[in-house]
């Protein structure tokens, strides 16, 4: 069924049809859905406009979906998990019909007493709301939340196996430029400048854009993780991890690196063990994304040292106020986010090989394979490059490839507009925007 969108100016409302199928997939399963992602990504949208007029064009009737926002201060009364329970329950008035109770902004729930027991430690949350309502056959359970105090491993773990969790990010390429009003060429410039935050296209300037996702990391991003780790100090050092991640997209490193960085950078002392786990929390929430680095020969994880990429390309831009717009790093970030939203299991590679240096003594040596993409038993090996056009250019792009012993799929995605094609090793060749507008570039 197709999902009727608007766009206008002041009020965008997407398609975002890859999450409405997968809701539409996991409807009725018996288990609750779990919709996480980055705060401000459309995950309120999704549920409450775009999946609820999808119910509602199948025949579910109004009365039949139940939905509750918990950050309005007229439900502030239901963030005691009894009353939510009791609202919940009362708008379930017939056994044969079935109901889709739609939660938002579920972490604002208080977890209280439990006022039928003495045990102090016995609390009532609305993990038992949502667990108690999912024992109805008749009733099929969403909720969303913020990442301050609602993680998705934090609720799958909860929910005891029995929740799927759908998880939201920044607007795509294709879901961009869908609503932008320019060329692919245009569309591309101010994806890589302002990214993928649906709020960003209704705004017209520089200074608009800039503002709003400076302040969606200042008094957003930052604030979560500040109050869900009760983090009174090293603030300074969040800050500067932040931005040395920012400085450094594509870069291999490792927090004894980071380390390192700090103090003779920044004349900071910080523990490595302290780095990585302020990583962790930057991953938890959604802003940075962690790739592990594989040796393609040799069939093993490398841990030495692993790349960091920001979850969307504008609030990377925004951390270093929009100074250090290097298009290859950026071109790189947006292909490893598209790889992940396509729910790809994606690698970095090395590819390790003997030669001989200039006194004719044996040494081995490591080229990079910028993403090993696996789908199943399918595999792909694909480098992100402005042009191939130079011919010393190109050749520096294929080396990796042309030493990887095996006959899956070979790619090198382009900044260049070209009509793919494919060499006489077998390599293709394709334009980013054509990449990232057909999935099927892939199959």
């Given at each position: 069924?197709?999902?009727?969108?608007?766009?206008?100016?002041?009020?965008?409302?997407?398609?975002?049809?890859?999450?409405?199928?997968?809701?539409?997939?996991?409807?009725?399963?018996?288990?609750?859905?779990?919709?996480?992602?980055?705060?401000?990504?459309?995950?309120?949208?999704?549920?409450?406009?775009?999946?609820?007029?999808?119910?509602?064009?199948?025949?579910?009737?109004?009365?039949?979906?139940?939905?509750?926002?918990?950050?309005?201060?007229?439900?502030?009364?239901?963030?005691?998990?009894?009353?939510?329970?009791?609202?919940?329950?009362?708008?379930?008035?017939?056994?044969?019909?079935?109901?889709?109770?739609?939660?938002?902004?579920?972490?604002?729930?208080?977890?209280?007493?439990?006022?039928?027991?003495?045990?102090?430690?016995?609390?009532?949350?609305?993990?038992?709301?949502?667990?108690?309502?999912?024992?109805?056959?008749?009733?099929?359970?969403?909720?969303?939340?913020?990442?301050?105090?609602?993680?998705?491993?934090?609720?799958?773990?909860?929910?005891?196996?029995?929740?799927?969790?759908?998880?939201?990010?920044?607007?795509?390429?294709?879901?961009?430029?869908?609503?932008?009003?320019?060329?692919?060429?245009?569309?591309?410039?101010?994806?890589?400048?302002?990214?993928?935050?649906?709020?960003?296209?209704?705004?017209?300037?520089?200074?608009?854009?800039?503002?709003?996702?400076?302040?969606?990391?200042?008094?957003?991003?930052?604030?979560?993780?500040?109050?869900?780790?009760?983090?009174?100090?090293?603030?300074?050092?969040?800050?500067?991890?932040?931005?040395?991640?920012?400085s450094g997209i594509g870069s291999l490193t490792n927090?004894?690196?980071?380390?390192?960085?700090?103090?003779?950078?920044?004349?900071?002392?910080?523990?490595?063990?302290?780095?990585?786990?302020?990583?962790?929390?930057?991953?938890?929430?959604?802003?940075?994304?962690?790739?592990?680095?594989?040796?393609?020969?040799?069939?093993?994880?490398?841990?030495?040292?692993?790349?960091?990429?920001?979850?969307?390309?504008?609030?990377?831009?925004?951390?270093?106020?929009?100074?250090?717009?290097?298009?290859?790093?950026?071109?790189?970030?947006?292909?490893?986010?598209?790889?992940?939203?396509?729910?790809?299991?994606?690698?970095?590679g090395v590819v390790e090989y003997n030669t001989k240096?200039?006194?004719?003594?044996?040494?081995?040596?490591?080229?990079?394979?910028?993403?090993?993409?696996?789908?199943?038993?399918?595999?792909?090996?694909?480098?992100?490059?402005?042009?191939?056009?130079?011919?010393?250019?190109?050749?520096?792009?294929?080396?990796?490839?042309?030493?990887?012993?095996?006959?899956?799929?070979?790619?090198?995605?382009?900044?260049?507009?070209?009509?793919?094609?494919?060499?006489?090793?077998?390599?293709?060749?394709?334009?980013?925007?054509?990449?990232?507008?057909?999935?099927?570039?892939?199959?």
């Open positions: 069924m197709r999902i009727d969108a608007k766009i206008l100016r002041g009020d965008i409302m997407l398609p975002r049809k890859q999450y409405v199928d997968m809701l539409i997939k996991k409807r009725d399963n018996g288990r609750v859905k779990v919709i996480t992602g980055l705060r401000r990504c459309g995950k309120s949208v999704l549920l409450f406009q775009l999946y609820k007029s999808y119910l509602e064009q199948d025949g579910v009737p109004e009365e039949q979906i139940i939905s509750l926002a918990l950050d309005i201060l007229e439900n502030a009364k239901y963030r005691n998990p009894m009353e939510l329970d009791k609202y919940i329950r009362e708008r379930i008035v017939h056994d044969k019909k079935r109901y889709y109770v739609f939660i938002d902004e579920i972490q604002f729930v208080s977890e209280i007493q439990n006022p039928y027991v003495d045990d102090p430690e016995a609390k009532i949350t609305f993990i038992d709301v949502v667990l108690g309502l999912m024992q109805k056959d008749n009733v099929d359970v969403y909720v969303a939340g913020s990442n301050s105090k609602m993680l998705s491993s934090d609720i799958l773990t909860q929910f005891r196996d029995r929740a799927d969790e759908i998880r939201v990010y920044p607007l795509s390429f294709a879901e961009f430029y869908d609503s932008y009003a320019g060329d692919k060429r245009g569309a591309w410039q101010d994806y890589c400048t302002y990214g993928g935050m649906p709020l960003t296209l209704t705004m017209d300037s520089h200074e608009d854009k800039s503002r709003y996702l400076r302040e969606l990391f200042e008094r957003t991003y930052i604030k979560d993780i500040l109050e869900r780790h009760k983090i009174r100090n090293n603030t300074e050092v969040l800050d500067v991890l932040l931005d040395v991640i920012a927090p004894t690196r980071l380390s390192n960085t700090f103090a003779s950078e920044r004349q900071i002392k910080v523990a490595s063990d302290t780095i990585d786990t302020y990583l962790k929390y930057f991953s938890d929430a959604f802003l940075l994304r962690k790739a592990e680095r594989y040796d393609v020969k040799g069939r093993r994880y490398i841990k030495s040292t692993s790349k960091y990429y920001y979850s969307d390309p504008g609030l990377r831009n925004a951390r270093l106020r929009f100074r250090q717009l290097e298009e290859p790093h950026l071109m790189e970030n947006v292909l490893y986010n598209d790889l992940i939203r396509r729910n790809l299991d994606v690698d970095v240096d200039n006194n004719g003594k044996n040494i081995r040596k490591q080229l990079e394979v910028d993403f090993v993409v696996n789908r199943g038993f399918e595999r792909y090996y694909i480098q992100s490059a402005l042009s191939v056009a130079d011919p010393e250019k190109r050749a520096q792009e294929t080396s990796s490839l042309l030493r990887i012993p095996d006959s899956f799929r070979k790619m090198i995605v382009v900044k260049d507009y070209m009509k793919p094609w494919i060499d006489e090793h077998g390599i293709q060749y394709i334009g980013i925007e054509q990449f990232l507008l057909d999935e099927g570039s892939l199959k």
